[in-house]
């Protein structure tokens, strides 16, 4: 029997079923019955993921938004690009601004897809937008056809006795503890750690990656505190190697620094995150995009610091010990 083909697309599977009802044809000459599939085609969808993240620092402040189409559908290439679509946000004072389209790696680190969609930044107009502002997004597809959502960007917040830049001892854990972001849903705790390949070496303790990515979560919005780097990495548990799990439990090594962030979001936010072992908004996605299209408008504040790991003595000031 012939095999199917490799990658069977939708254009594929539209001739198979044709296939399908002539052998049934065939078969019911035969006295023989087979039951007719019929395969329906992929709609066409736009989805936009548009997010808003404020810092602590107003230059920090960025807008982005990233839009596609359905994945597998087919046709594409007969309408108007994507990278035509007009987005603007206005603060609900009337204060607006546009995101102009911007090379895609500016949205996506890399992509599956020979045509990923199109990205749009905002350049220098995010940096008036504050914590606790209400903020609208107007998508204006090609060919016709809009996209519209709200956020309310949550409350400003304090991270507590943690300098910008401290010195944490070896092997010990620190406290970080914040103040509540009003209007929060969640806070993400994240932090990128360099140098663990040639310091845990003479442990015997073999890290692939460097720097060493970690990500956890806070799901209420009172739940203002976790410890570093122990409690962070909760959905990076199954990738980690266990040795390096277990040695993280402790601290970290002589040499090593850290950059961490935690980062309060929004209703939004929670509601559309979904994916492998992270799920805040449990297993379906809730877009807060209305329209010709779906999609999410989230906005996030973020704080965080930098943290160098020695016993040595330096002008830095000592993070907070657990």
């Known amino acids: 029997m012939a095999g199917l083909p490799s ?12 296939g399908v009802a002539h052998l049934a044809l065939l078969a019911s000459i035969a006295g023989c019955s087979l039951e007719e599939v019929t395969i329906a085609d992929v709609e066409n969808v736009v989805i936009a993921e548009i997010y808003l993240d404020v810092g602590a620092d107003r230059s920090d402040n960025i807008a982005r938004a990233f839009l596609h189409r359905t994945v597998g559908f087919e046709g594409g290439e007969s309408l108007p690009p994507l990278s035509q679509a007009r987005v603007t946000m206005t603060r609900s004072d009337g204060f607006s601004f546009p995101l ?5 790696n500016d949205c996506l680190e890399s992509s599956p897809f020979e045509e990923p969609g199109a ?26 056809g809009e996209l519209r959502g ?23 854990l620190m ?7 009003t209007g929060a849903w969640a806070y993400l705790s994240e932090t990128s750690i360099r140098g663990l390949p040639e310091a ?7 890290v692939r990656d460097d720097p060493l990515y970690l990500l956890g979560l806070s799901v209420s919005d009172s739940d203002t505190t976790v410890v570093f780097p122990s409690e962070f990495g909760v959905f990076n548990r199954f990738q980690l190697d266990a040795d390096l799990a277990r040695r993280l439990q402790r601290g970290l090594p002589e040499g090593a620094t850290a950059e961490v962030s935690i980062t309060a979001v929004d209703r939004n936010y929670v509601n559309w ?15 807060s995009l209305s329209g010709q ?29 657990q």
């Open 150 to 172: 709200a956020s309310r960007v949550p409350g400003g917040f304090d991270l507590l006795d943690v300098p910008a830049v401290c010195r944490l001892a070896p092997d010990r």
């Open 273 to 287: 995150a979904r994916g492998g072992n992270f799920n805040p908004s449990g297993q379906v996605r809730v877009p």
């Open 200 to 206: 845990l070496r003479p442990e015997g303790i073999v």
């Open 293 to 321: 299209g779906t999609g999410v408008f989230a906005s996030t504040v973020v704080r965080g610091f930098d943290a160098l790991v020695t016993d040595r003595a330096s002008g830095l000031p000592a993070c907070p010990l």
């Open 7 to 18: 990658q069977v697309t939708p254009r594929a599977l539209r001739q198979l079923s044709r």
């Open 119 to 144: 990205c749009f930044v905002a350049d220098g107009a995010p940096a008036f937008i504050e914590p606790g502002d209400l903020v609208e997004v107007r998508v204006e597809l090609p060919g016709g």
């Open 100 to 104: 102009t389209p911007e090379g895609v």
């Open 175 to 181: 406290t970080v503890e914040w103040s509540t972001s």
